[in-house]
């Protein structure tokens, strides 16, 4: 008997599809991994792609220094699992070379990612980034290719990108020229943690509910950590909460949930009507076009 294939296999085949596009026609890509849920469901379909055989391209991660400890050794544990490279672009050494200069220590970092990104990326020669960006997260996302065009300088006009008809992709590039490639780019939240439901993928125990210490703070839930402390008069409490994304300390929340299971999370997720950046990510919510200017300005 025939086997009907679900959604997910679809979005399985066509991000598999992607991949190998990109191994087919860059001649030196490279997949940004952070050790995030959405990468780690990109690492699956890398092994889908490519396994047995080594993955055709290393892995990155543009690290802050200020990310969350149960994220960086879920991250070194994984790829060592794998047995493949990591490239880690670090924003510390960015800083010392004064490419980038802080206005203070405690200083939100995820601003200043594209500049460490463009840096990897000309020291490295890489021609492609395979990233886990999705169409679901906020608008700017949504006006992305599948294969995203990026000038000689990193930057993204979301008015000269190119055509995707029939689901045939064009990654050429001139030199300096790179191109953003998103397998994931029609999945939704939902999809990525049925996705993780049906492949059993293992994550860093922080997108599962714990106890955590936390100061409300602009209607947001602030995680309370040596770059995070409390403010004056500010109330700190002891609740349970999950992060839905990972990132840069300064600007990830979590929300507050009960959800310690990939199962509960699904049921959380189907009854929310708030995308995960516009809840957990504090920089966006400063300004509706932040990321779309930081994605011109070379952003993931």
């Not at 922080?206 to 040596?226: L, S």
Request: charge should be negative; include cysteine.
């Amino acid at each position: 008997m025939k086997k009907l294939l679900t959604h997910l296999d679809w979005l399985e085949s066509e991000a598999i599809h992607i991949m190998r596009e990109v191994a087919g026609q860059c001649s030196n890509p490279v997949l940004l991994f952070s050790g995030g849920k959405d990468s780690l469901c990109l690492l699956r379909i890398a092994e889908k792609a490519f396994r047995p055989g080594r993955f055709p391209f290393p892995l990155m991660h543009v690290d802050t220094g200020h990310n969350y400890p149960e994220v960086i050794n879920f991250r070194d544990k994984k790829v060592n699992a794998l047995d493949e490279r990591l490239i880690v672009a670090s924003l510390e050494d960015s800083i010392k070379k004064g490419t980038i200069v802080l206005k203070s220590e405690k200083e939100p970092r995820n601003k200043y990612q594209s500049i460490t990104l463009l840096e990897a990326i000309e020291e490295h020669k890489f021609d492609c980034c395979i990233g886990g960006a999705r169409r679901d997260e906020e608008k700017a996302r949504a006006k992305e290719r599948i294969m995203s065009f990026r000038d000689e300088f990193g930057q993204w006009d979301p008015k000269n990108q190119r055509p995707e008809l029939w689901d045939l992709y064009n990654a050429k590039v001139h030199k300096g020229e790179n191109i953003r490639a998103f397998p994931i780019s029609n999945w939704t939240e939902m999809d990525v943690w049925q996705y993780i439901e049906r492949e059993k993928l293992s994550l860093p125990d922080i997108y599962f509910a714990h106890t955590r210490k936390i100061v409300r703070r602009d209607n947001a839930i602030v995680p309370i950590t040596e770059v995070t402390p409390a403010k004056n008069n500010e109330l700190i409490e002891n609740i349970m909460v999950r992060f839905r994304t990972v990132g840069d300390i300064t600007c990830t929340a979590p929300v507050e949930s009960n959800a310690d299971t990939v199962e509960k999370i699904i049921l959380e997720t189907a009854s929310t009507s708030i995308s995960e950046r516009g809840e957990t990510r504090l920089d966006d919510q400063v300004s509706e076009a932040s990321m779309e200017q930081r994605k011109k300005e070379g952003y993931f």
